[in-house]
């Protein structure tokens, strides 16, 4: 059952980035893709309270591909928190160049989502950044830096929300379990937290970042119209948790 719900969200997910897709087909593919993709995380969750050996908290890593990979790793992390799972940026050096990539704590479920959303959300943002034109007087790099910032706050707030939303719907199934919503919810974000603290154990918070880009706000508007519903070591190793 579980299997085909997943498969369900992706042929959404598909659709809706389908270019032959009309807006008002893409946004209800990405409605219906949204809805199910917070409802099928609840319901895991609520499967996995009853029966605590059903899943375990694993991990699964995401390659950040440049231009702009460490803007793409705080879109991750907004996609990361927003379905409890834990987010540890790593940065390698090696060859005179720098490779970015995201390792993912949490339970099966959680990560199967995220992996799916965040790379339709990939997809999507490179595909609208591509489109359009930077404003007259930017500077083309600053410009995308922002506007992919703004992105990932749009999502990491719509998450929160359908998220939220799942949760309250779920709630009577969750006291009728003799347990709350918010309490199992919570408790998956916290055990992929300390998943990621064992493998990681000297992580430092990413520093704030003052970039000089006008990109927020149109990164922002493309955010809130964004479908959601989707080891060599070879030099030195920087890590730090983004969310």
Known sequence: MYDDKLAR???LLAQAEDPAATTAEAEAFNAKAAELMARHGVDAALLAAADPGREVVGDLTVELLAPYAYEKGTLGAAVARGLRCSAVLRKQRGGGETAHSLHLFGHTTDLVLAEMLLTSLMVQGTGELTRRPVP???HPAAYRRTWWL???????????????????DSE?????AGTSAA???ADRATLAE?????????????RPRYLSGGGIADGHAAGERAD?????????????RLG
């Open 9 to 11: 969200i992706r042929k």
């Open 136 to 138: 007259r007087g930017e």
């Open 150 to 168: 703004g992105f990932a706050s749009a999502i990491g707030r719509r998450l929160e929300e359908a998220e939220a939303a799942a949760a309250r």
């Open 172 to 176: 009577a199934d969750f006291a009728a």
């Open 183 to 185: 309490l199992v919810l």
């Open 194 to 206: 300390r998943s990621a603290a064992e493998v990681y154990p000297r992580l430092r918070t990413a």
């Open 228 to 240: 959601l519903g989707r080891a060599t070591r070879v030099g030195a190793t920087d890590r730090k």
